[in-house]
C-alpha cells in the first residue's frame, strides 16, 4: 500500500525541512512506500523555495502551489486532488504531529480500516505546549461534536488523520475553504458508512512560525460545516451513503480485533487497545 502525505504549508520555512526529514526517516525505517506532497500556500518566505531543494534529492517528494486562492482547507483539496498512493495522510507543517504516529495510522489502515483517527485526549496521549485558551475552546467543540452524532470520538477536530483513496471519493465534493475542512472530511466519512480506527497520538505546539488559525473567523465556519453534516445524516435518508455499506456491516469485530493488534504492535498493550477502537456507521 503507497501512503501520500499532504502537508499545507504557509510561511513555514524554518520549521518545513525538519518535518520533511523526520516524516521521511520514519516512513523509510518502516519501509512504507510513500510520497510527500507540499502544497504551498501563497507563502511570502521562501518555503516553497526549500520544499523544492529538500525534493532536489528526494524523488518522492513533491514542492506544488495550490491552484486555488489562500486558505488552508483549499491546500489540503489541492493535494487530495493529486495524490497518487492508495491511502492519503494529512499532517501539519509545523512538527506538531508525530511521525510516528503516522506510521501507526499505515498499519491501522493495513489492517482492514477505512480511515485511521488519533486522538489527543485519551490514555496514552501526549500533548505539550496546548495553549490554556485553545484548549478549553477545543474541548467544548468536541463535545458538542460527539453529542450531535454519537460517533464516540473525542478528538474531530484535529486535522492529522488518514483515510484510503476510496474515502476521499466518498467525501467528494468538499466544501470548506479553511480549518473547517478538519472536521467536514472525517464527519462526511463517519456519516457516509466509512470505518474508523481511534489510537492515542502526540502533540507538540510549535516551536517556530505563527499559527495560521484565526479563532475569531472560523466559529461561523465550523458551525456551518458541522450542521450541513448533520442535517444530511438526518434527513438524507442514506442517499450519499458509499456503496456496499450493508455488505460490510458485520466487520466490526475484525477490525476491533485488528485495531488491538496495531495498539499491541506499538507497545500500547493491552491497557490502551481499548482505545484503538473500530467503528462501523
Known amino acids: 500500500m503507497k501512503l501520500s502525505v499532504v502537508i499545507p504549508a504557509r510561511n513555514e520555512v524554518d520549521g518545513i525541512a525538519t518535518t520533511l526529514n523526520s516524516v521521511v526517516q520514519a516512513l523509510e525505517r518502516e519501509g512504507i512506500e510513500y510520497e510527500i506532497l507540499v502544497v504551498d500556500d501563497s507563502s511570502t518566505d521562501g518555503t516553497a523555495a526549500a520544499v523544492a531543494e529538500i525534493a532536489e534529492d528526494n524523488e518522492r517528494i513533491y514542492s506544488l502551489r495550490s491552484h486555488y486562492s ?13 495524490f497518487a498512493g492508495d491511502a492519503v495522510a494529512i499532517m501539519m507543517a509545523d512538527g506538531s504531529d508525530d511521525p510516528e504516529d503516522l506510521v501507526r495510522y499505515y498499519h491501522l489502515l493495513e489492517d482492514g480500516y477505512d480511515c485511521a483517527f488519533g ?7 501526549e500533548v505539550t505546549g496546548y495553549p490554556r485558551f485553545k484548549l478549553v475552546l477545543n474541548r467544548i467543540v468536541n463535545w458538542a461534536i460527539r453529542v450531535l452524532f454519537q460517533h464516540g470520538y473525542n478528538d474531530t477536530t484535529n486535522a492529522f488523520k488518514a483515510y484510503r483513496r476510496e474515502v476521499i471519493e466518498t467525501v467528494e465534493p468538499l466544501l470548506s475553504n479553511h480549518f473547517n475542512l478538519t472536521v467536514e472530511i472525517p464527519l462526511k466519512a463517519i456519516v457516509r458508512g466509512h470505518s474508523y480506527g481511534i489510537v492515542p497520538v502526540a502533540w507538540r505546539g510549535r516551536v517556530s512560525g505563527r499559527s495560521k488559525l484565526a479563532l475569531q473567523e472560523m466559529g461561523s465556519r465550523y458551525l456551518f460545516i458541522v450542521l450541513i453534516v448533520f442535517l444530511e445524516h438526518h ?3 442514506g442517499d450519499y451513503r458509499r456503496t456496499g455499506f450493508a455488505e460490510q456491516s458485520r466487520r466490526g469485530e475484525l477490525r476491533s480485533r485488528a485495531a488491538r493488534r496495531a495498539a499491541a504492535r506499538d507497545g500500547a498493550g493491552e491497557d490502551e487497545s481499548a482505545e484503538a477502537a473500530a467503528h462501523d456507521q
Open 70 to 82: 489562500k486558505g488552508f482547507g483549499l491546500a489540503v483539496r489541492a493535494g487530495l486532488e493529486r
Open 119 to 125: 486522538s489527543r485526549f485519551v490514555h496514552g496521549a
Open 235 to 237: 434527513l438524507s435518508r
